[in-house]
């Protein structure tokens, strides 16, 4: 299912958020997956307003826990994450967005993903072959 | 690379384990993505201690919040995690495993991965392809 996202209404959208659990901070887990690859690039957080607001948006915005801010991702840069489709976890505290990631980088660093860093023999190596976007 | 993870020393595990940034409660994210596939099969959470375990046994082991206890995944089902790689995102402050899993699911449910509710027209759908507890 790679097609585009289909926007929920608001009413739709926060009775959606209704089956997912925020923690003690109002926060739920956001994994962003490339959506043809499967490969997780990057884990933040969303609170219900975001969560909502990525719903009906088809538009990944999270919640900046160090800005404490509402964060449309890419908004500054034009590496927005346009949802293609969104699945929730056993315990309801984790979602897991498929994403078309527009640009090349998912990663502030402007690397395509946010895990970069691989353990080789006990040392954190930056890869150098992170594959470009599909 | 999906060859068998090659345990570290302890020394070595616990040096690596300083570039991770454990949250206030002593906890970091660790994500258990399939080798092969790349798909994200569970979130959960590590401390240091089983950070440490999981990379001198290559065998995946996390701190269960719920039960505030090592919880080494599927000792008592037998659907253990091996450790294939692992990488560390830009923040520090999550993990990417990618682990082998052992019999058919990662989740407790019984099901091959957590995701397996699909938001579909704004209500949240498991998916067939899920096999049901037997």
Redesign the interface.
């Known amino acids: 299912m790679n097609s585009a996202w ?1 926007p ?1 209404d608001a009413d ?2 926060r ?2 958020a209704e ?1 997912v659990k925020f923690d003690d901070r109002g926060l739920v ?1 956001a ?1 962003a ?1 490339d959506h043809a ?4 690039l ?2 933040a957080w969303m609170n219900r307003e975001t969560l909502v607001q990525t ?1 009906c948006t088809g538009r990944m915005t999270y919640w900046s826990r160090s800005r404490q801010e509402v964060w449309v991702k890419g908004l500054t840069s034009g590496h927005v994450q346009d949802v293609v ?7 309801g505290d ?1 979602l ?1 967005f498929r994403i078309r990631q527009i640009g090349h980088a998912a ?3 402007d ?1 395509p993903s ?6 080789q ?4 190596v930056e ?1 150098c072959d992170a594959p470009p976007r599909s």
Chains 1, 2 share one sequence.
């Not at 690859?37 to 997780?40: A, K, R, Y």
């Not at 489709?85 to 315990?91: I, K, M, P, Q, S």
């Not at 023999?121 to 954190?124: A, F, I, N």
């Open positions: 289909n929920l739709t959208a009775l959606a089956s887990l994994l997956c690859s499967g490969e997780i990057m884990a719903l489709g969104v699945e929730l976890d056993c315990d984790a897991r990663c502030h660093t690397r946010c895990f970069y860093r691989s353990l023999g006990g040392r954190w890869q």
